[in-house]
């Protein structure tokens, strides 16, 4: 900041003295100019740099999105295609969880669809035949609860994928193929 201003000092006094040579130069003038300039240039300087709001501490907000498994089973991580700072596109993979043939979470389903198909065929026992009265809504209760729980782990199959929930970037990646993700922790954040 400083040298443009000595500079286009130096360059006004070079007009008015040299070049349009509209005030003689003499000695205590040449004296008055090489000490004034440089004090008063200088005092502008030290104003700016006192009165001027600044700051070494600067913070940027930016929106930031928690990326978590939403299963409701820990699971073991076993591909993060995403790096960061690179943009995302909402609905690209950012991470699988047990994306292998046998998951945990395949299996509760198809335990659950074995069960509410036995209970829909009434293949319960004589201790269970009262729960197998019990109604609500028109529909037996042990068999609404096993469509519920059945419902929840054809969720959680869908969930071991998880994608980015909108446009943006990906800042930072906390987890790696092989690590075991709990539900609701999160282990990416994006902006």
């Not at 820990?74 to 993060?80: A, D």
Request: with cysteine; net charge neutral; proline share 6%.
């Amino acid at each position: 900041m400083q040298w443009p201003l000595f500079l286009g000092y130096a360059a006004v006094v070079w007009l008015i003295f040299v070049k349009l040579k509209l005030i003689r130069l003499t000695l205590p003038i040449a004296l008055v100019l090489a000490a004034a300039g440089p004090l008063v240039f200088g005092y502008i300087l030290y104003a700016m740099n006192f009165y001027h709001p600044g700051s070494s501490d600067v913070q940027v907000l930016r929106r930031v999105v928690q990326v978590a498994p939403r299963t409701s089973k820990p699971g073991r991580v076993t591909e993060v295609p995403v790096t960061a700072n690179t943009p995302m596109k909402k609905g690209d993979l950012l991470f699988s969880i047990d994306a292998i043939d046998a998951t945990p979470f395949e299996f509760e389903v198809s335990r659950l669809q074995a069960s509410l198909a036995c209970l829909s065929a009434g293949c319960a026992g004589a201790e269970a035949r009262a729960e197998l009265t019990s109604t609500i809504s028109g529909e037996n209760t042990t068999v609404a609860q096993v469509r519920q729980q059945l419902a929840a782990a054809e969720n959680d199959v869908t969930e071991t994928k998880v994608v980015a929930p909108c446009d943006g970037f990906v800042s930072n990646v906390n987890i790696l193929p092989g690590q075991i993700v709990t539900p609701g922790s999160a282990v990416m954040w994006g902006t």
